[in-house]
C-alpha cells in the first residue's frame, strides 16, 4: 500500500511540474474524485429526521447529530466536568503540576498549542462567517452552546488518548483513537469491533491528514495570498514547493519540533486576531448591546434566516463541531505525547481547546460581523466578509489577515502531518524508511494544493476527518464509564493532596 501511494503522489508530483495546463490536471484529478464524494456525501450528510418522515425546513445531517449527541452525552456523564475542570485546566498549563520525571515527550502547554494550531484557521476566519450568513446572528448562541458541550468529548477522548499511548524504548509516544479502539475495546469482548475502528480511523485520519489538513490549507493560503499580492499569480507551484521546504523542516523533527514551533505560532496567532477583534468592538462599544439581542432573540426566533429555528441551531452546532473537532478523535494524538502519569490531567487541559477555538475566537469573529453591520450584505461571503468587517475599521487589515491565514494554515500542516504520520505507522510501522515515505508523500501534497483547483478531492477529505466521528464516538461511549471513574479517582488524589502542585 505504501508503494501505491508514492507511486500515485510521484505521478501527480511530476505533471503538476511539466503538465502545461495544470488545470487539466486538477479537471482529470477531480473528475475522479467526484463519484466517490456522491457517495460518501450520501452516508455522512445523510438527514435521518426526513428518513423518518418528519419534514423541516432545514436538513439535519447524521455526522451533526452524532458529534452533538456525544457531546451532550460526555458532558451529563462526567458531571458537567466542561465548567468543574475549567480552573484545575489552566493550572496545569501553568505548569503548576509538572514533574520532569513523567513520560511523555511534550509539556502539557506544547501538547495543547499542538492540537489548536490544527483546529484554528479558516474554521475561526471564514465558517463562521458562512454560518451567521445563512443563519442570522442567533446561529452564534448555538456554535457558543456547541463549543461548551464539546470540551466534554475533547476531555473523554484526550484522556484515553494518554491512557492507552504507547512508548517505545527511545521514549517516543504514539497514541490516539487507534491504541484506545484496539486495546480498550477488546478488555470490554469487543476485540473484533475495536480492530476494526481502529483500522478504519487510521485509514479516515491519513486521507484527512493529506487533504483537509494539507491540501486545503496550501489551497487557500495561496489563494489568499495570490489575491492579495497579484504577483504571486500563477506561481501556485513555486509557492506550494516554497511552503513544502518550511513545512519539511519543521516535521521532519517529530512531534518535539513541532510542539516548538506552534508553542510560539499559536499565541501569536490568537493575540494578533483577538486584538484586532478587541480594537472593532471597542470602536462599536455602544453597538455590543445590540449585538447580543440580535444574537439571542434570532437563537429563539421561528422565523429566523435559514429553516427557522431549527435551521439556526443546526448552523449554530455545525459551525461549531467543523471548527473545534471535538469528537473527531485528532486531538488526542498529539495530547498522548505529553509528559504526564495522570492520563484524566491531560483530558483536563484539552478541555480549554473548544473553548479558545469556538467560545472566544470564534465569537468574536461573529461579533465584530454584527456590529459593523456586515451580518446583513449580499453578495459577499466566507473570508471575503470577514476580511471586509475588519476593514471597515482597519484600513490595513486584509494584510493582517493574509498574514494570519497564512500562519494558520503553516500551523495546522504541521500539526495535521503528525496526526497523519502516527495513523500511517500504526497500520505499516514506524521505521524510518515508512516515516520518511510519508513525509515525502505529505510534502508532495502540498505542491499539489498550491497549483490547481481540487473542488472534489478537497470535499473529499473534509468528509474523511468528518468521517473519524463515527468510529471514535462508539469507543469513547463504550469507553465512558472507565473515564468516568478514573476522573473520580483523579479528583480524589487533588483534593486528598496526593496530587499536589509543584509550582
Known amino acids: 500500500m505504501k508503494r501505491v501511494f508514492s507511486t500515485l503522489s510521484a505521478l501527480l508530483f511530476s505533471n503538476i511540474l511539466f503538465a502545461k495546463d495544470s488545470q487539466s490536471l486538477g479537471d482529470k484529478i477531480n473528475g475522479f474524485f467526484e463519484p466517490i464524494v456522491e457517495v460518501i456525501g450520501k452516508v455522512i450528510f445523510w438527514d435521518p429526521v426526513s428518513a423518518l418522515g418528519f419534514e423541516l425546513d432545514a436538513s439535519i445531517p447524521i455526522v451533526v447529530i452524532w458529534l452533538v449527541f456525544g457531546a451532550l452525552f460526555f458532558t451529563l456523564k462526567m458531571n458537567f466536568i466542561n465548567f468543574r475542570g475549567f480552573k484545575h485546566a489552566l493550572d496545569l498549563v501553568r505548569g503548576k503540576y509538572d514533574d520532569p520525571k513523567d513520560e511523555g515527550e511534550v509539556s502539557h502547554f506544547q501538547a495543547l498549542a499542538t492540537a489548536l494550531s490544527a483546529t484554528v484557521g479558516l474554521g475561526n476566519i471564514a465558517g463562521v462567517a458562512v454560518a451567521i450568513t445563512v443563519g442570522g446572528p442567533g446561529a452564534t448562541f448555538w456554535m457558543i452552546v456547541a463549543g461548551l458541550l464539546g470540551m466534554s468529548s475533547k476531555f473523554v477522548e484526550c484522556t484515553l488518548g494518554v491512557k492507552y499511548r504507547v512508548v517505545n524504548d527511545k ?29 478504519l480511523f487510521a485509514i479516515l485520519c491519513i486521507g484527512g491528514s493529506f487533504g483537509g489538513g494539507n491540501m486545503f490549507q496550501a489551497n487557500q493560503a495561496y489563494a489568499q495570498l495570490s489575491g492579495q499580492f497579484p504577483m504571486l499569480s500563477g506561481n501556485g507551484p513555486m509557492f506550494g514547493f516554497i511552503l513544502a521546504i518550511l513545512v519539511g523542516t519543521v516535521i521532519i523533527g517529530g512531534i518535539k519540533s513541532i510542539a516548538k514551533v506552534t508553542e510560539k505560532i499559536v499565541p501569536l496567532m490568537a493575540v494578533l486576531y483577538v486584538a484586532a477583534a478587541s480594537v472593532i468592538l471597542i470602536v462599536h462599544f455602544s453597538e455590543l448591546g445590540n449585538a447580543f439581542s440580535m444574537i439571542i432573540k434570532g437563537a429563539f426566533a421561528p422565523s429566523a434566516a435559514f429553516g427557522g429555528f431549527i435551521g439556526v441551531i443546526i448552523q449554530g452546532f455545525r ?67 470577514t476580511s471586509q468587517a475588519f476593514e471597515s475599521v482597519i ?77 471514535n464516538i462508539l469507543g469513547l461511549l463504550i469507553l465512558s464509564g472507565e473515564v468516568k471513574l478514573d476522573l473520580k479517582e483523579y479528583l480524589n488524589k487533588i483534593k486528598s493532596g496526593q496530587i499536589k502542585k509543584t509550582k
Request: glycine share 10%.
Open 171 to 199: 521514549g517516543e509516544v504514539s497514541g490516539g483513537p487507534m491504541y484506545y479502539l484496539k486495546t480498550g475495546l477488546a478488555k470490554y469482548g469487543f476485540s473484533n469491533l475495536g480492530k476494526v475502528l481502529a483500522v
Open 319 to 385: 459551525r461549531a463541531a467543523f471548527s473545534n473537532e471535538a469528537g473527531v478523535g485528532s486531538a488526542s494524538i498529539a495530547h498522548s505525547a505529553t509528559k504526564t502519569n495522570e492520563p484524566v490531567s491531560e483530558g483536563i487541559v484539552s478541555l480549554l481547546e473548544p473553548f479558545i477555538d469556538t467560545v472566544v475566537i470564534c465569537t468574536m469573529t461573529a461579533l465584530v460581523i454584527i456590529v459593523t453591520g456586515m451580518s446583513g450584505v449580499q453578495g459577499v461571503e466566507g473570508a471575503q466578509l
Open 395 to 471: 484600513s490595513w487589515f486584509p494584510y493582517v489577515l493574509v498574514f494570519a491565514i497564512f500562519l494558520f494554515a503553516f500551523s495546522t500542516m504541521i500539526s495535521w502531518s503528525y496526526y497523519g504520520l502516527k495513523s500511517w505507522t500504526y497500520l505499516f510501522g514506524s521505521s524510518k524508511k515508512s516515516e520518511l515515505v510519508y513525509k515525502l508523500i505529505f510534502l508532495i501534497f502540498i505542491i499539489i494544493g498550491s497549483s490547481v483547483k481540487l473542488g472534489a478531492v478537497l470535499d473529499f477529505s473534509d468528509m474523511m476527518i468528518l468521517a473519524m466521528a463515527f468510529p
